[in-house]
Antibody, heavy 114, light 104 residues
Framework: QVQLVQSGSELKKPGASVKVPCRAS????????INWVRQAPGQGLEWMGW????????TYVQGFAGRFVFSLDTSVSTAYLQISSLKAEDTAVYYC???????WGQGTLVTVSS | EIVLTQSPGTLSLSPGERATLSCRAS???????LAWYQQKPGQAPRLLIY???SRATGIPDRFSGSGSGTDFTLTISSLEPEDFAVYYC?????FGQGTKLEIK
């Protein structure tokens, strides 16, 4: 069965970087593009953009270009979200989801605190 | 930029009642790109409806979607205890702000 597996949580200091993995299983990795979604504590869902798993080409929604980078390692069927120069306001749960939106990872809580 | 506005913000109902949730787009959108999700605390969102009216795999038939143009509706015909959650509409990736369905 299709699964997207994410790590549980990350605690980082302001100014640091984090790389959030999303490991796919149960299907051919290049079948679906991967979306990334942010959910700040107590807030709604924000679509960050997506990455084409065939070409590796990322597309970023306005507001998520620059410090946010989507990448792939197709050898291990994994998509990554890297966030640099972390700020307190980056504290959120980050989800990956297939381009059909039918399959979601369980989310990774990134906490930015000194 | 299309903005999705969901109403009401909070809906208080009892099990067995009918729930009607609204999603209004700031301009006409394609029905094929309109979806609805359910999210419970501590869980990832779950796809309920895609293409405005098609139920996703495994979704009970008490959930139905309708609408076109700028106005879309998610209806839950008879609320079960497990249906109390937050519901989001989505159009081409972008989400509405959500409706919280709570037990009255």
């Amino acid at each position: 069965q299709v699964q997207l597996v994410q790590s549980g949580s990350e605690l980082k200091k302001p100014g640091a970087s984090v790389k959030v993995p999303c490991r796919a299983s149960g299907y051919t990795f290049t079948t679906y593009a991967i979306n990334w979604v942010r959910q700040a504590p107590g807030q709604g869902l924000e679509w960050m953009g997506w990455i084409n798993t065939n070409t590796g080409n990322p597309t970023y929604v306005q507001g998520f270009a620059g410090r946010f980078v989507f990448s792939l390692d197709t050898s291990v069927s994994t998509a990554y979200l890297q966030i640099s120069s972390l700020k307190a306001e980056d504290t959120a749960v980050y989800y990956c989801a297939t381009d059909t939106w039918a399959y979601w990872g369980q989310g990774t809580l990134v906490t930015v605190s000194s | 930029e299309i903005v999705l506005t969901q109403s009401p913000g909070t809906l208080s109902l009892s099990p067995g009642e009918r729930a009607t949730l609204s999603c209004r787009a700031s301009q006409s959108v394609s029905s094929s790109s309109l979806a609805w999700y359910q999210q419970k605390p501590g869980q990832a969102p779950r796809l309920l409806i895609y293409g405005a009216s098609s139920r996703a795999t495994g979704i009970p038939d008490r959930f139905s979607g309708s609408g076109s143009g700028t106005d879309f509706t998610l209806t839950i015909s008879s609320l079960e205890p497990e249906d109390f959650a937050v519901y989001y509409c989505q159009q081409s990736g972008k989400f509405g702000q959500g409706t919280k369905l709570e037990i009255k």
